[in-house]
């Protein structure tokens, strides 16, 4: 079993560049694959970003191009996601989740997820 943790959220403005932590169990290797997803209330999980751990290749969901980046920690199995430009509608839980296997914006071929981290941007 790998577990996931995140951490870094919270009530942030607009103008602020948040970090969101998520620190996996040191069972994960290099070819496994990190993402993020999240939830605002009322609507469905969606794709945010992933990264490869081997050659840190990443795949971003639209929404969120341009204004947030996805990055990773070998050493510590740890994946970062650092967000700017942030808008009310970024408000939602965000989840971090691991595949063995699969590294694509689909949310049921991953095999392991955290508790999330709740992150609120006010307008």
């Known amino acids: 079993q790998v577990y996931l943790a995140e951490s870094g959220g919270g009530l942030v403005q607009a103008a602020d560049s948040p970090t969101l932590s998520c620190v996996a169990s040191?069972?994960?290797?290099?070819?496994?694959?990190m993402a993020w997803f999240r939830q605002g209330a009322g609507k469905e999980r969606e794709f945010v970003a992933v990264i490869k751990f081997s050659g840190a290749t990443t795949y971003y969901a639209n929404s969120i191009k341009g204004r947030f980046t996805i990055s990773r920690d070998i050493a510590n199995n740890t994946v970062y996601l650092t967000m700017t430009n942030l808008r009310p509608e970024d408000t939602a839980v965000y989840y971090c989740?691991?595949?063995?296997?699969?590294?694509?914006?689909?949310?049921?071929?991953?095999?392991?997820w955290g508790q999330g981290t709740q992150v609120t941007v006010s307008s």
């Open positions: 040191a069972r994960t290797s290099n070819s496994w694959c």
């Open positions: 989740a691991a595949s063995a296997r699969y590294c694509g914006g689909n949310k049921e071929p991953y095999e392991y």
